[in-house]
C-alpha cells in the first residue's frame, strides 16, 4: 500500500470502523424487523380468526334465544315409546271407521339414541274398496304419529282390494 492510503487509514479509522459497525447493526436491524413483521401478521390473523369466531357465537346466542322456545314443542313432538302401545288401535279404529278389514303386527324396534329418534317397524295389512283403502291411507298421514312407509303393495282380488303397508313408526 502506498503511504496516501496508510495515512487515509491512519487518520480515519474511527470512520471506517464506524461506518462497518453502523452497517452490521442495520443489518441486524432488518433481519429483526423482519421477524418482527412475520409475528406482527400472525398475531394480526389470529386476532382476525378470534374477532371471527366471537362474533358467530354472538350470532349463535341470539339465534338460540329465538330458538329457545320451540325446544320444548320441538321435544314433545314425537311421543313417547309407551305412546305406542295404542298405535295399533288408532289404525284399527281408523280401518274401522273406513269399513277395512284389518291385521297388524310390530316388528324390530331400534332405540333412540342421542341425535335419531328411536323407531319400531310394523306391518299392516287392510282389505276393502279402493276408495276405502285410500281414505285410510290418507287418515294415517294426518295422525299423530310419525310413520315412515317402507313399502305399499296393493293387490285387487274380484271387486275387493288388499294392501300390505310395511312401514316405521318413530318415538323419542
Do not use: C
Amino acid at each position: 500500500m502506498n503511504k496516501f492510503y496508510k495515512n487515509l487509514l491512519k487518520h480515519n479509522w474511527l470512520y471506517i470502523s464506524g461506518i462497518i459497525v453502523l452497517a452490521v447493526l442495520l443489518f441486524l436491524l432488518k433481519i429483526n424487523m423482519e421477524s418482527s413483521v412475520k409475528k406482527i401478521g400472525e398475531q394480526y390473523n389470529t386476532l382476525a380468526a378470534r374477532s371471527n369466531s366471537l362474533l358467530s357465537l354472538a350470532t349463535l346466542r341470539g339465534e338460540f334465544t329465538k330458538a329457545n322456545p320451540y325446544f320444548s314443542f320441538l321435544e314433545n313432538i314425537l311421543p313417547p315409546r309407551d305412546q305406542l302401545l295404542s298405535f295399533s288401535k288408532e289404525l284399527e279404529n281408523i280401518a274401522r271407521k273406513n269399513n277395512l278389514e284389518f291385521s297388524f303386527s310390530f316388528g324390530e324396534e331400534k332405540l333412540s339414541s342421542g341425535k335419531e329418534p328411536g323407531q319400531i317397524s310394523f306391518r299392516l295389512i287392510i282389505n276393502g274398496s279402493y276408495e276405502n283403502i285410500y281414505n285410510f291411507l290418507s287418515d294415517i298421514e294426518t295422525s299423530r304419529y310419525f310413520i315412515d312407509p317402507s313399502s305399499v303393495d296393493l293387490v285387487r282380488k274380484d271387486s275387493v282390494f288388499s294392501a300390505t303397508f310395511n312401514g316405521k313408526v318413530f318415538f323419542r
